[in-house]
């Protein structure tokens, strides 16, 4: 069995490794490469439901805040916590587009592609996308690690569309 690669780096890596994603189409594609064109479309599948999610949740947390009285020490307390969460979801959201982005274009790169130049064109662009690791502690830090735990989440679903619906 082919190992599933799980992250961006790890497609693209495995992408040159099979020269530029492209396959003979007079012959049936290797092994790695069907698993390749899987792992890639489920990961885009998610990342855009994620992204989607997230841009709905945020939507719902901005459009709940409610302007209290600010002289009521508990009114405070709460639009302080009301601030924490939409920071939280602002955050996760603009992470989950740029995630979303990264493996949109994988999944061109190995699903799509016409050529191996331009397979070659969108693994390049996919690796653009890099990403800091935050400090500890920090809601960038834990919104990294909220979204690897719900994207590993929809990819371990065998019940979910990502996981069955796939078009490769």
Known sequence: MVPIPRTPL??????LLLAGCGDDASSAPSAELVVLRE???RQACAARELEATAEENLATIEGSFEVSDSSDPMAAIQRQAAVAVADFARAFHRHAEFRAGAYANLDSAVNHAVSPADSARFVERASAYSIRIPEQGTVEANV???YQQQLAGILEDDDHRCNWDIPV
Do not use: P
């Open 144 to 146: 990294l690690e909220n």
């Open 10 to 15: 790890a497609i693209s890596m495995l992408c």
């Open 39 to 41: 792992a890639a479309f």
